[in-house]
């Protein structure tokens, strides 16, 4: 579209532009993969907002001299940081482009998160340190949301990574992520390959009512469905007593008690999962590694929010096969 907004399907879409995150949603989309539209809000729009406000500026200053190891110093800088980004005036231009972007999605309900580059905050040390704003409505609760998102690349941790690790702070940036909010029936997380004994030809599902957010959270103790990837059978199920869901509100989500008729019931049919573990074996091949997935049901339709490599994966077991399968061996 222009240097301040992508498309979420754009093809062009690049890590330095659109943040991990991003480029995963926009490859998945390219390949026909269930994703819910949306857009970008780029980098280079990061940029022009903090060099327009002149927060670059007073993000050093403040940083200077401060201790990694002070956690009073650093919650104390990430506090004024926030302060500068919630103060900040939106360029017009800027502001023009969100609303437009906004108003072809038909100003629905979206979900608007952080999407990190590389040079900001690498590797699994930082999941789930992104912000995510749910059940956004309106433009100007997505311009608050999207400088939200922007502050958050200063909170202390990230501070405190990037001072221990030598990353220069006048590099980093954020994109944002703006998507259509799936009004899930259901939602949780798929990992390609079992995470737990490290077996490959295993998949693992969480389930749970509502939006994902109190799975992702781990507010609720999800459903469990192990499959096995050759035969598509289910292996094992462990149906968990769900006692909360995240849901919509009128400006936002809020956790609430699950009813009662739905709490022992499964997230999820046979059928249901049968078609999410196929589509987790898709987006594995299309990737070429064992994935963690972020998925969302609506209406009997499946969509993903979310894939990114599995981290900390352990080394599958070694399974002994036994040279002849008649005879009877024993320990000596």
Request: proline share 6%; charged share 20%.
């Amino acid at each position: 579209m222009n240097q301040f907004i992508l498309s979420l399907s754009d093809q062009n879409a690049t890590l330095e532009d659109t943040g991990g995150k991003g480029l995963s949603l926009a490859k998945m989309a390219g390949a026909g993969l269930p994703v819910p539209g949306g857009f970008f809000v780029t980098t280079q729009t990061y940029r022009r907002f903090v060099s327009e406000n002149n927060i670059q500026e007073r993000i050093l200053k403040v940083l200077e001299g401060v201790n990694p190891a002070d956690t009073n110093a650093l919650d104390q800088a990430s506090q004024n940081i926030s302060r500068y980004f919630a103060e900040g005036q939106i360029p017009g231009e800027i502001a023009s482009a969100v609303s437009s972007a906004y108003s072809a999605l038909d100003n629905a309900p979206v979900a608007v998160r952080s999407s990190a580059t590389a040079e900001d905050l690498p590797g699994a040390s930082f999941a789930g340190q992104q912000e995510t704003y749910l059940n956004i409505r309106g433009t100007q609760a997505v311009l608050d949301a999207v400088k939200k998102c922007w502050a958050s690349l200063w909170t202390a941790r990230a501070i405190a990574y990037r001072l221990k690790n030598n990353i220069d702070q006048k590099t980093v940036a954020l994109a944002v992520v703006v998507q259509r909010l799936i009004a899930a029936d259901a939602a949780g997380i798929l990992f390609t390959a079992n995470p737990i004994n490290g077996k490959r030809s295993e998949l693992v599902i969480n389930a749970a009512w509502g939006l994902g957010e109190a799975v992702v959270s781990g507010a609720v103790t999800p459903d469990t469905i192990v499959v096995d990837k050759g035969t598509g059978k289910i292996i094992r199920r462990e149906t968990a007593e769900k006692q909360v869901m995240t849901v919509r509100t009128e400006g936002g989500v809020v956790e609430q008690p699950v009813p009662e008729v739905q709490k022992r019931k499964p997230a999820l049919t046979d059928p249901q999962t049968e078609e999410l573990a196929n589509l987790g074996i898709k987006i594995e091949q299309f990737y070429g590694m064992p994935m963690d997935i972020e998925w969302a049901l609506a209406g009997g339709e499946f969509a993903i929010v979310q894939a990114r490599p599995i981290t900390a994966m352990p080394e599958p077991p070694v399974e002994w096969i036994r040279p002849d399968p008649k005879a009877v061996y024993a320990r000596g």
